[in-house]
């Protein structure tokens, strides 16, 4: 088979791969992502795997891994291997296992890409973007969710994105490339995702046989609309201030916004605080436009998840947490971690402005809280340990101040305050016996 039967796939190589750079491929070990990787090496790319075992399916993960590592030794291509425990991630963090896995999968993923100085590509196809554009249309997804993936987003590069799962395991014939399957794949009620795959799509394809391609089609169509309203919203946010551990916008320049572009701001505002935009839907924003086109002098106020608030007065259009609802995090290594006021990201060594902590014991968890003024710290030098609050005293540090600054706990015990210190029991016992959190205020 000529490579050029992949046409799309060298088109998008092309515009987002840079030839110069080495390129790091996800590879799991499936069709798809083996594909990806004899076709980044056969269009002259230095091409390395990466391969993350997530722990979850037991001696079928250890093979996949196996395997993966075995190919690539005979194929004389870098592999690099990644695991975490997903499930006690999950429960530390209170996220799906889901959601767990892609945080680890893809900490990891940036982490060696870093170390490598490369371009990470996954091998995500047009089935694939169907999928997701479907799964998100029936979820009730803005117009950002029906336009799917795209080739590139941000740091990561999709070169299979317009071409079909069909090209694919053609392609993988042609070459005698060898996979492994995931036997939940063949399971319809294992996940959403595959109850389109194997139930909802073949039957579209019955009307239509090109129905993943239009279905993906359409999605870019609206990407452009999607990138004009993105636009819009970045123009009014340009406005915005931090104001009181918040970020707030004239009120005259959110209303002077077209209406379909004021959601938008909103979403650009939470990702400004750090709230993010996973818990905030079109209900949300509905309600807060409506508060603002409400006219009059009154304050009116609507809350959002995670502790945070819109308040409307004076003027303006303030987002913010309130200090007392700041959720309580766990930190991963290399992921940072927007967090109230500030961004915390858990490193191998200083870089920055920060704290040093001992590297943690077996199942110790480090995360980030809201200080306790009651809690007591025993500080390197000081004659016995003193409260979070008389220490906030000593710095003359206002209330304000106080209620923002995040405390590290480990294993559940308080181990540091941003601008107090380490308590000495979790200071580091030496160069390879220390980790370091990055602080930066935002």
């Known amino acids: 088979m000529k490579r050029t039967e992949l046409p799309r796939a060298e088109a998008l190589c092309a515009r987002y791969l840079d030839k110069n750079r080495p390129v790091l491929a ?13 076709f980044l090496r056969g269009e002259g790319y230095d091409v390395s795997c990466a391969h993350f075992n997530h722990q979850l399916r037991g001696e079928e993960a ?4 196996d395997f993966v590592r075995a190919w690539c030794e005979k194929e004389d291509i870098p592999f690099y291997l990644g695991t975490g425990d997903v499930r006690a991630y999950a429960r530390a963090t209170g996220k799906s296992e889901e959601e767990a896995a892609r945080d680890l999968r893809y900490a990891f993923l940036r982490e060696t890409a870093q170390m490598l100085g490369a371009q990470i590509a996954l091998a995500h196809h047009a089935d694939d973007n169907a999928e997701t554009v479907l799964l998100n249309f029936v979820r009730g997804a803005d117009l950002r969710g029906l336009c799917g993936m795209r080739p590139k987003q941000g740091d990561i590069v999709r070169p299979f994105l317009e071409q079909t799962r069909e090209e694919l395991v053609t392609y993988a014939r042609a070459h005698n490339i060898p996979h492994v399957e995931d036997h939940t794949n063949a399971d319809p009620h294992a996940a959403a995702r595959n109850y389109l795959r194997l139930e909802i799509l073949p039957r579209l394809r019955e009307l239509n046989p090109r129905a993943p391609q239009h279905i993906a089609t359409t999605a870019r169509s609206l990407t ?3 990138d004009a309203l993105e636009q819009a919203a970045e123009a009014a946010l340009s406005h915005a201030k931090a104001q009181d551990g918040g970020i707030s916008l004239s009120l005259d320049c959110f209303l002077a916004a077209d209406e379909v572009v004021q959601p938008r701001i909103l979403l650009h505002l939470a990702d400004a605080l750090g709230l993010g935009r996973k818990d905030i839907g079109r209900k949300q924003l509905d ?33 913010a947490f309130s200090p007392a609802a700041l959720p309580k995090a766990a930190l991963v290594e290399n992921v940072p971690l927007p967090w109230g006021n500030f961004e915390l990201t858990l490193l191998h060594k200083p870089d920055g402005e920060g704290i040093s902590l001992r590297v943690p014991e077996d199942g110790e968890i480090i995360t980030v809280a809201p200080c306790d003024l009651n809690a007591r710290l025993m500080l390197q030098g000081a004659n016995g340990a003193r409260s979070v609050k008389r220490l906030c005293v000593d710095r003359k540090l206002s209330l304000t101040e106080r209620d923002a600054l ?12 941003w601008r ?3 308590d000495v029991t979790f200071l580091p016992k030496g160069g390879n016996m220390a980790c370091f959190v990055r602080v930066v205020p935002r």
Do not use: F, K, N
């Open 406 to 417: 995040p405390a590290l706990y480990v294993g559940g015990r308080l181990a540091a305050v």
């Open 420 to 422: 107090l210190g380490t």
């Open 26 to 38: 996800a590879v799991s070990g499936g069709l798809d992502s083996m594909c990806l990787l004899h």
């Open 62 to 65: 250890a093979r996949d891994e």
């Open 287 to 319: 309600a807060i436009c409506a508060l603002a086109q409400r006219g009059g002098s009154a304050e009116r106020r609507y809350t959002l998840p995670q502790g945070a608030l819109v308040r409307i007065a004076d003027g303006a259009l303030t987002m």
């Open 224 to 226: 452009a609309l999607d």
